[in-house]
């Protein structure tokens, strides 16, 4: 996935890195969807791509979301996020909000 942003959430390299290959997974579910997701939780843009995210059938099952019934219990992919992402992130309330609304 080759998306420029402009990285308003301030996220050093290795997690903007991190997150924007975990966010790729969403485009098994639709092309466009892990672009789009990348861009509004790093710069805010493209806030209609909750709608999107919503509207899919499959985004937790790609994303590996502990909420999946297929993976409920912890999946590796979850676990490595945690650490590679968000692991002692500090970060602004923004950022964090946004990433709530794609998890």
């Known amino acids: 996935m080759d998306v420029k942003v402009k990285n308003r ?3 050093p ?3 903007l890195e991190a997150l924007k290959a975990d966010l790729s997974l969403l485009e098994n579910a639709r092309t466009g969807l892990g672009e789009r997701a990348f861009r ?3 710069d805010g843009d ?3 791509v909750i709608a999107d995210l919503a509207a ?3 985004a937790h ?3 590996h979301l502990t909420c999946s019934i297929k993976t409920y219990n ?6 490595l996020r945690s650490k590679k992402i968000f692991a002692g992130l500090v970060a602004d309330s923004d950022f964090l909000l946004r990433m709530a609304d794609i998890y």
């Open 74 to 79: 912890t999946h590796k992919a979850a676990e």
């Open 13 to 15: 390299a290795d997690r």
């Open 40 to 42: 509004y939780a790093v």
């Open 46 to 48: 493209e806030p209609s």
């Open 9 to 11: 959430a301030g996220l």
């Open 56 to 58: 899919t059938t499959d």
């Open 61 to 63: 099952d790609v994303l």
